[in-house]
């Protein structure tokens, strides 16, 4: 567990969380709570999130995810837990991205993104052309539950949940979509 850390101007990346076993949906239960992550990537700006979340059942919690120049979190893995989080000027400097990204890989199932805050995230000039908020971006069946979440004031012209897949189970519930171009495209 990671528990009320400052993690801030790092060169590439933040926390790589991963634990459990893929194979036999083994839970890894690792967990990061309350944390404040910013400012990541002075060096490597691509596919290095503050938070990596990699294996089964690990879980981002009451985390501040803000100031990066792409993904807030790189997604992988099944049944990941990401709640309570909220997430700001992340994706401001990338062209087809967003602050949660995952992809191509159709085995990856079963996570919940509940209860976070999205606000501020990309910019008029890079993401307002091919961004998103959250990105499944995979061929062939992901699924996810995207539930009671606010997304306010984000640019994102390929919505504030984008789902570029094939065969997907995907449930979008209960959200708030607030002064944003777009809310879902699939």
Known sequence: RILSCEISNTGAGGVQLNGGNRVTLEPG???IVNCDLHHC????RSYKA???IDGVANRIAHCQIHDVPNQAIYLQGNDQIIEYNEIYRTAMHVDDGAPLYTGMDPTQLGTQIRYNYWHDNGSQEMSGHRGALIYFDCPGGQNAT???????RNYAAWGQVF???????FE?????????????RI
């Open 29 to 31: 239960n690792n967990e």
């Open 41 to 44: 990537n002075r060096l490597d």
């Open 50 to 52: 503050p938070i990596n």
């Open 146 to 152: 995207i539930y009671g979440n606010v997304f306010y």
């Open 163 to 169: 789902i570029n897949v094939g065969d997907t189970f």
């Open 172 to 184: 979008i519930d209960n959200n708030l979509f607030i002064d944003v171009p777009l809310a879902a």
